[in-house]
């Protein structure tokens, strides 16, 4: 499963990034995430369904005082992708 999730509210310049790399050295997942031009956050998350969805709860919580919304997309999983990783 992959999914991508993006961030609007206070989510840049907060530790965000950091803290969504942080949580996911806990969790059987790959993927990135990244800062958008418009003030938001895009991560993509991919791993077996349980992962996904226990990184995305606990980045939701962890995070939560500083995200307005989230929304969410499925999407193709990517097979040679690895790690979880900042991106530009």
Do not use: C, K, W
């Not at 993927?31 to 991560?43: A, I, M, P, S």
Request: glycine share 10%; aromatic share 6%.
């Amino acid at each position: 499963m992959r999914v991508r999730v993006q961030f609007t509210g206070r989510v840049q310049g907060v530790g965000f990034r950091a803290t969504a790399r942080h949580v996911a050295s806990s969790h059987a997942i790959s993927g990135f995430v990244r800062n958008d031009h418009d003030g938001g956050v895009t991560l993509e998350a991919q791993g077996e369904p349980n992962a996904v969805n226990a990184y995305l709860a606990e980045l939701r919580a962890t995070m939560a005082r500083f995200i307005q919304t989230d929304t969410s997309a499925s999407l193709a999983d990517i097979a040679s992708e690895s790690g979880f990783v900042i991106t530009r």
